[in-house]
């Protein structure tokens, strides 16, 4: 699934591409897509005849300012989980779409903003103007802060911690802990922090709390710089895949020799996600 630094990632393509793009056609070729009230008929009847304004993200999902075609007034937001192998395209010119393709958006000159999916499982929402996306979206309204703000520090995430009896690798994939972060980044970062995954999330010491939140944002903002991470399924809307993956230290290694101490990288599954550890400089 993709994770912040790829979410991200598309959200700066779509923010790019889509300046001002007005919507004059939508077709929706998967019902099971669109998650909002009123199904594809509320939803293309809103989204077309607006223009796509800003596209901002909290945690996975993405969110998009739409304006009135004739105005500046507000026409709602368009809103947009990945899931697991969402992705979109732009296309400059006409061209089939593939059996996987779910939605379709045209301006006036015949631009196409595709929305791909192979499992199916991506979700989009159209929100009045009238609410806020977290009022009407159930996963935003769970969501703990993001990696980059104020709110996420050593103190913030001592006490989320201070009662919790799973694993830190659990922790760090619960999205009410911190918005964004996934077993990639979670595996990442706790061996920077130099913290075994499996360790009581409770029990983690105050230096090992600290070293956490810098190793954390640390790996989020070098992958973003990267393009994300392409193990599988990620692509941007150029088709070009992310360069974090060859950098990773442990995720995707397993069996591998460590890449500090030459010690073999352990996996086993937690929280039924693979986890990647070191067992000589994670303890």
Excluded at 35 to 62: A, E, H, M, P, Q
Excluded at 177 to 204: H, M, Q
Aim: net charge positive; proline share 3%; with cysteine.
């Amino acid at each position: 699934m993709p994770e912040l630094p790829e979410v991200e990632t598309v959200r700066r393509g779509l923010e790019d591409r889509l300046k001002h793009f007005y919507v004059q056609d939508i077709e929706v070729l998967s019902e099971r897509t669109i998650s909002s009230i009123g199904g594809i008929s509320v939803f293309n009847g809103n989204i077309k005849g607006s223009i796509l304004g800003n596209w901002t993200r909290r945690g996975k999902y993405l969110i998009c300012y739409l304006q009135s075609q004739n105005s500046d007034d507000h026409a709602g937001w368009l809103v947009v989980h990945l899931r697991m192998t969402g992705q979109f395209k732009w296309l400059n010119s006409k061209q089939l779409a593939c059996s996987h393709t779910r939605v379709r958006f045209w301006n006036s000159i015949g631009n196409e903003i595709r929305f791909v999916d192979t499992r199916n499982f991506g979700q989009m929402w159209w929100v009045s103007p009238e609410h806020k996306p977290s009022e009407k979206v159930n996963g935003l309204m769970r969501l703990g802060p993001e990696p980059f703000s104020n709110d996420f520090n050593p103190v913030y995430l001592k006490k989320s911690l201070s009662t919790r009896k799973r694993s830190i690798k659990a922790s760090l994939l619960d999205q009410t802990v911190v918005a964004g972060a996934g077993n990639i980044y979670a595996d990442e970062s706790l061996f920077e922090a130099g913290i075994i995954p499996t360790k009581e999330s409770r029990n983690l010491s105050e230096i090992e709390i600290n070293r956490l939140c810098n190793s954390l944002i640390r790996v989020l903002r070098i992958s973003i710089g990267k393009g994300g991470t392409s193990f599988k399924d990620f692509r941007d809307l150029e088709g070009t895949n992310g360069n974090y993956g060859g950098e990773a230290w442990v995720y995707g290694r397993a069996n591998k020799s460590c890449k500090k101490c030459g010690t073999k990288i352990m996996k086993k599954k937690l929280s039924g996600r693979g986890t990647h550890w070191c067992p000589n400089c994670q303890k």
